[in-house]
């Protein structure tokens, strides 16, 4: 199974994620914050990401990039999971190195699905 990074500064999404992936099996570690993140990635590597785009301070297109240039975070697969859906916005995410969008509310089986076609 996989070891994934899941980022958001609301509470109840990081509850939401982490329920869901630890059930379908996967290890999970999670920060409020792109800040919080990137020591995280700085300190152990990751297979998936799975990115807020809107966070206060980074936000998650910037975190992909600065994710990406690390040791530990170059080989990560990274998700955005936002309330954003246009086609600017994903096309600045897949610039940035994502591989995937997912957008909030999310259905859990999507989410399953897409990490499944990560892993």
């Known amino acids: 199974m996989a070891k994934i990074l899941t980022v958001d500064?609301?509470?109840a999404?990081?509850?939401?994620l982490n329920l869901v992936l630890t059930t379908e099996g996967h290890e999970v570690t999670s920060a409020t914050n792109g800040t919080d993140a990137l020591q995280k990635i700085e300190s152990s590597s990751f297979d998936i990401g799975i990115f807020d785009v809107n966070m206060p301070g980074m936000t998650g297109i910037e975190l992909t990039e600065?994710?990406?240039k690390?040791?530990?975070g170059k080989s990560?697969?990274?998700v955005m999971l936002t309330t954003e859906s246009s086609d600017e916005m994903k096309n600045k995410g897949k610039a940035a190195g994502a591989v995937g969008w997912l957008v909030k509310p999310f259905a859990n089986e999507s989410l399953v699905k897409l990490i499944s076609q990560l892993t």
Request: hydrophobic share 50%; net charge positive.
């Open 70 to 72: 690390t040791n530990n």
């Open 66 to 68: 600065k994710a990406l």
């Open 13 to 16: 999404v990081l509850k939401i």
């Open 9 to 11: 500064d609301a509470p």
């Open 76 to 78: 990560m697969k990274i």
